[in-house]
């Protein structure tokens, strides 16, 4: 259906944009890259487009490229929020945790609470050693919970940076139960590393269709 959308629209950067996505879940990365140069060729201002093209470049393991395009999208507009996400988990996987979570705290603010970003803040903290700050975040999650909806993803992705397999695995049950979109990006998102052997995170891939 998008390379149909492709096909009728050829200068579309949105339909370019969603297409890039969706090779990036099936770990596509070259192609993925490929559509997302075409996406910012007709949408060269639009902030979502190139902060997905940065977002796919990380993924492709091209940090220097992906932090070049979220300068030029926070040269567009510094308040964009998905940029600065996509900037601290750049910088969580090159370990340099207090920028990362930096960038999390602007994303944070700037997103009025978006609970990925609260989510990556506990990741990020977890990671670098501060657990104290880590189970703040999952407390606030939690709290959050009883005010709207949280995907279990962004809880499951704080236990797992903690070490607790045993929770990590429920919550990433329960977001396969809720049907959380944000599954279909755990095959390619850096801060599922350290998590990728366990046979709960392979069930989980198989049964979401990202593996055989």
Known sequence: ELLRAIELSPSNGVAQMSHLVLLATQGRMDEAIQAGYRSVEFEPLSQIVNANLAWCLHCGHRDQEAVARL??????????????????????????????????????????????????????????????????????????????????????????????????????????????VRLTLIKVESKWDLFRAEPCFQSILKRVGLTS
């Open 71 to 180: 300068e030029k999208t926070l040269e567009i507009d510094p308040n964009f929020w998905v940029a600065h996400l996509n900037l601290g988990k750049i910088y969580t996987r090159q370990r340099e945790y207090a920028r990362a979570i930096a960038a999390f705290e602007k994303a944070k603010q700037f997103s009025g609470g978006n609970s990925e970003t609260i989510s990556m803040i506990g990741h990020a903290s977890a990671l670098a050693g501060n657990r104290t700050k880590a189970v703040e975040s999952l407390n606030e999650l939690k709290l959050l919970s009883s005010q709207r909806y949280i995907p279990p993803h962004n809880i499951a992705v704080i236990y797992a940076a903690l070490g607790d397999k045993q929770k990590t695995c429920a919550w990433l049950e329960k977001a396969y139960e809720d049907r959380d």
